[in-house]
């Protein structure tokens, strides 16, 4: 379990750059300077909360989907299929690296997304951060494909919780982030999230190799005796 969180928050430390890239230019519009100055350190903490709500329920949906498969006995080829599948992401991410900032889910949350900036209220900032974890993003695709093996919805919601929390330091720190990281620093910081989506996927491709099924985990391969053993 340690290992696996462990995971979690590398994959949102190694994604962290790629948050600044994608997230950042939203961070830096928060309408915090419109609110009382003892209200700004608040209302930021309340948008990172938001973005970890929306992680952590995210987790929960898949999570349960992962529970549900295994109690059918399918967790095992899923999780190998995911980590293929992630293998398989990283490969053609060079080919299409702008076709999520195009999905059509993109589009839907930019109207509300831009509705709420228009608000400074605390309770619109924290909405803003909620729709913010929303957004496809690819180090979320990744973090949601190890919440996938996760044995409950609870696990699941963990998962993603603390690979939120790993996004949050730059998140925070984006200001001084964006002012001293070059293009070409960027770059090589960026390549950070591609090793760590092959490390989960060959985590996952092990770990569904190796991972006991039901039947095994419940002892269904013996034949209980209801009333006590019988001497033939």
């Known amino acids: 379990m340690i290992v696996w969180l462990t995971t979690a928050l590398l ?4 994604g962290s750059l790629h948050c600044i890239g994608m997230c950042g230019p939203l961070a830096m519009a928060l309408p915090v300077g419109r609110l009382p ?10 948008y990172h909360l938001g973005r970890l709500s929306a992680y952590s329920l995210l987790g929960v949906v898949v999570g349960s989907v992962g529970q549900g498969l295994l109690l059918t006995g399918l967790q095992r080829p899923v999780s190998i299929g995911a980590g293929i599948l992630l293998l398989v992401w990283v490969v053609s991410a060079r080919t299409f690296p702008n076709w999520v900032h195009a999905s059509p889910l993109t589009r839907r949350l930019t109207a509300p997304l831009a509705q709420l900036l228009r608000q400074p209220t605390l309770q619109h900032i924290t909405g803003l951060g909620f729709l913010n974890g929303l957004l496809p993003c690819g180090s979320v695709y990744v973090a ?7 044995p409950s919805l609870l696990n699941g919601g963990l998962y993603m919780l603390v690979f939120g929390l790993g996004t949050v330091p730059a998140m925070v720190s984006i200001t001084t982030a964006l002012t001293h990281l070059t293009p070409r620093l960027r770059q090589r ?6 090793v760590a989506t092959v490390l989960l996927a060959l985590l996952l491709i092990v770990r569904g190799i190796g991972f006991p099924t039901h039947s095994a ?8 005796v209801c009333h006590g053993s019988r001497s033939m």
Do not use: C, M, Y
């Open 189 to 194: 910081f960026g390549k950070a999230l591609p």
């Open 144 to 150: 949601l494909a190890g919440a996938l093996a996760a």
């Open 37 to 46: 100055v003892g209200q700004r350190v608040l209302a930021r903490g309340l």
């Open 217 to 224: 985990k419940n002892g269904s391969d013996t034949i209980p």
């Open 11 to 14: 994959t949102g430390l190694a």
